[in-house]
């Protein structure tokens, strides 16, 4: 089925240790984002990509990097893992262009000791 | 994109229609109102989408009111699935590629 595959669904990272956190979609949309979402909270906006080969802040950058590979990839890296980093991480992607709703993956659980 | 306000919570019996309400009052001549939902844990849910006309699809009803400043989800026959979190978004389309999700609607339906 179409959409957008983000892996892994689940982590456990020491603090100081780095990761990649993985997203591929297959509908060839131009958008990507990532987005985190704490306990009870709402989705807070980290990056997104408008197209391949930008990528732009969003309300919480800090400690995240990202990279849009190719049209299809967009990955979130956290190069020193902090405890406050503890969330879900879900990606999307859309075609603006087209005026269509966003699309989600399933979410990655991440946990920081 | 204009803010939104929505209530923290409301419960629906099963079997019932369940009308959430959305304030926009902000909203600008060119921003559809659209409606995604979050079941449990799950990434958020495409519901409905629209301008200033009502709409329907096979999910639910948006009516838009005619000053366009509040809208309303309605789910006509709720059933427990339909428990979850509900948001109401503003926004351009073809513009500012930022969907911001506020803390939304927490909905549970009752047996």
New interface residues.
């Given amino acids: 089925n179409a959409g ?1 595959t983000q892996t892994p669904k689940f982590q456990v990272l020491k603090t100081g240790q780095s990761m990649t956190l993985q997203c591929a979609q297959d509908m060839n949309h131009n ?1 990507m ?1 990532w ?1 985190r979402q704490d306990p009870g ?5 980290i990056y ?1 990509s ?1 197209s391949e080969g930008t990528t ?1 802040k ?2 919480v950058p800090n400690g995240y990097n990202v990279s849009r590979l190719n049209k299809r990839e967009f990955s979130l890296r956290l190069e020193s893992a902090a405890p406050s980093q503890t969330s ?1 991480y ?1 990606c ?1 992607s ?1 075609d ?2 087209r ?1 269509q ?7 990655t ?1 991440l946990s920081i000791l | 994109d204009a803010k939104t306000t929505q209530p923290t919570s409301m419960d629906c019996a099963e079997g019932r229609a369940a009308n959430l309400p959305c304030n926009h009052s902000t909203i600008s001549g060119n921003e559809y109102v659209y409606w995604y939902r979050q079941i449990h844990s799950q990434g958020p849910q495409y519901i409905i989408h629209g301008l200033k006309n009502n709409e329907t699809n096979e999910m639910a009803s948006l009516i838009i009111t005619e000053d366009r400043k509040s809208s309303t989800l309605i789910l006509p026959h709720a059933t427990l699935r339909d428990t979850a979190v509900y948001y109401c978004i503003v926004r351009v389309p073809f513009g500012n590629e930022k969907l911001t999700f506020g803390t939304g609607t927490r909905l549970t339906i009752i047996p």
């Fill in positions: 957008v958008s984002y987005y909270m709402g989705l807070r906006l997104y408008a732009d969003g309300e879900v879900f999307a859309w603006i262009m005026n709703p966003q699309h989600f993956g399933d979410g659980r």
